[in-house]
């Protein structure tokens, strides 16, 4: 990244984080770019750009001749200590949850993804990848693999992938995930209309039955800017004293 793309995007991340801290509300309008030039310590054209980038986004917009107002549409937390439906977590936030299907096929289970799902390799496994959009902007790009036996065959899979586990008789109980940052490769910016090497986060998840049994794996790709996930942890017991 070149050092201009790092002050551009530095001072976008200074906007969001103020966006999200309620300093300008909806409504609010944004400080002219001679201030937030001053305030950031880049140039007017480096403000210029930052702005574009929510405005692209559509936290803000332009007002020809008036200035840069919020229009509302910001990340919204979510906390990871349950199962996310990304249906009901993007309606909450006040948008259209929409879903796209972009392929869905079956393949035998290689060696590792039949070790995770505990079933015999060359099980068929039902692929489905696809994208979650919220007022249309696409912020969820995933790949889910579960057992074909489990997913009836006339189930609709636009539909939440528990919904079908359930009707199957495999409702979800628990999960286990890992969660990485990276950056969008070419195809996955394609897919989520961002710039190539656009920041990431990555969730790779394990979902099991009431029965603990792995049931489903599922690889994730999050639009960083159109979500806050938070991670609620408790404090372990204290150690007796000696």
Same mark, same amino acid.
């Given at each position: 990244?070149?050092?201009?793309?790092?002050?551009?995007?530095?001072?976008?991340?200074?906007l969001l984080r103020d966006l999200l801290d309620g300093a300008y509300p909806h409504g609010a309008k944004l400080p002219n770019e001679d201030d937030?030039?001053?305030?950031?310590?880049?140039?007017?054209?480096?403000?210029?750009?930052?702005?574009?980038?929510?405005?692209?986004?559509?936290?803000?917009?332009?007002?020809?001749?008036?200035?840069?107002?919020?229009?509302?549409?910001?990340?919204?937390?979510?906390?990871?200590?349950?199962?996310?439906?990304?249906?009901?977590?993007?309606?909450?936030?006040?948008?259209?949850?929409?879903?796209?299907?972009?392929?869905?096929?079956?393949?035998? *289970? +290689? $060696?590792?993804?039949?070790? #995770?799902?505990?079933?015999?390799?060359?099980?068929? /496994? &039902?692929? @489905? !990848?696809?994208?979650?959009?919220?007022?249309?902007?696409?912020?969820?790009?995933?790949?889910?693999?579960?057992?074909?036996?489990?997913?009836?065959?006339?189930?609709?899979?636009?539909?939440?992938?528990?919904?079908?586990?359930?009707?199957?008789?495999?409702?979800?109980?628990? *999960? +286990? $995930?890992?969660?990485?940052? #990276?950056?969008?490769?070419?195809?996955?910016?394609? /897919? &989520?209309? @961002? !710039?190539?090497?656009?920041?990431?986060?990555?969730?790779?998840?394990?979902?099991?039955?009431?029965?603990?049994?792995?049931?489903?794996?599922?690889?994730?790709?999050?639009?960083?800017?159109?979500?806050?996930?938070?991670?609620?942890?408790?404090?372990?017991?204290?150690?007796?004293?000696?």
């Open positions: 990244m070149t050092q201009r793309a790092t002050m551009v995007a530095r001072t976008r991340e200074g937030l030039a001053e305030r950031f310590g880049v140039s007017r054209a480096t403000v210029r750009e930052a702005v574009s980038g929510l405005v692209e986004a559509g936290y803000v917009t332009r007002r020809h001749g008036s200035g840069t107002y919020v229009t509302g549409t910001l990340p919204r937390r979510h906390a990871l200590d349950m199962s996310v439906s990304y249906t009901r977590m993007i309606a909450e936030a006040g948008m259209e949850p929409g879903v796209v299907i972009i392929d869905q096929e079956e393949h035998p *289970a +290689s $060696a590792e993804e039949a070790r #995770v799902l505990q079933v015999p390799v060359g099980e068929p /496994l &039902l692929v @489905v !990848e696809r994208i979650r959009t919220a007022d249309g902007r696409p912020v969820v790009y995933s790949v889910d693999r579960l057992p074909r036996r489990y997913a009836p065959a006339d189930d609709d899979l636009v539909a939440s992938l528990y919904t079908v586990l359930e009707r199957g008789g495999h409702a979800v109980q628990a *999960a +286990s $995930a890992r969660l990485v940052p #990276v950056v969008a490769d070419e195809r996955q910016a394609r /897919l &989520l209309r @961002v !710039e190539p090497s656009t920041p990431l986060l990555h969730i790779d998840q394990v979902d099991l039955d009431r029965a603990g049994h792995p049931v489903m794996l599922s690889a994730e790709w999050h639009v960083a800017d159109a979500f806050e996930l938070h991670v609620n942890r408790r404090a372990s017991a204290p150690e007796p004293l000696p």
